[in-house]
């Protein structure tokens, strides 16, 4: 049974950063999707990072590029999203989401995704 367990969320003052991790088991995704995504009260998921497969080059969306980074450490099946300079309009549920398949293109639909873990709340004050 595959599981994705999300942590390190938290509140912080804007400017601030929180690294979330995101644990998985079940099986290995080194060479498939992973992602992370977010929720807003009131707002649809959004898109926030993801890697095709363990080694490639990451894609973000154009909110929070150059602000997060994400990672993947296939050995200890574990994703990380270091998030920095972090603004009250990065409060949300982040996700992490993983897939069955290697994307062979850049997307940032949900759809793709065959796994979730239950989320992670980060709260950023003004």
């Known amino acids: 049974q595959v599981q994705l367990e999300e942590s390190g969320g938290g509140l912080v003052q804007a400017g601030g950063s929180l690294r979330l991790s995101c644990a998985h088991s079940?099986?290995?995704?080194?060479?498939?999707?992973m992602g992370w995504f977010r929720q807003a009260p009131g707002k649809e998921r959004e898109f926030v990072a993801n890697s095709r497969w363990s080694t490639d080059s990451p894609y973000y969306s154009d909110s929070v590029k150059g602000r997060f980074s994400l990672s993947r450490d296939s050995a200890k099946n574990m994703m990380f999203l270091q998030m920095n300079s972090l603004k009250p309009e990065d409060t949300a549920v982040y996700y992490c989401?993983?897939?069955?398949?290697?994307?062979?293109?850049?997307?940032?639909?949900?759809?793709?995704?065959?796994?979730w873990g239950q989320g992670t709340q980060v709260t950023v004050s003004s």
């Open positions: 079940g099986r290995t995704f080194s060479n498939t999707a």
């Open positions: 989401a993983a897939s069955d398949f290697r994307f062979l293109t850049r997307t940032s639909s949900a759809s793709r995704y065959d796994y």
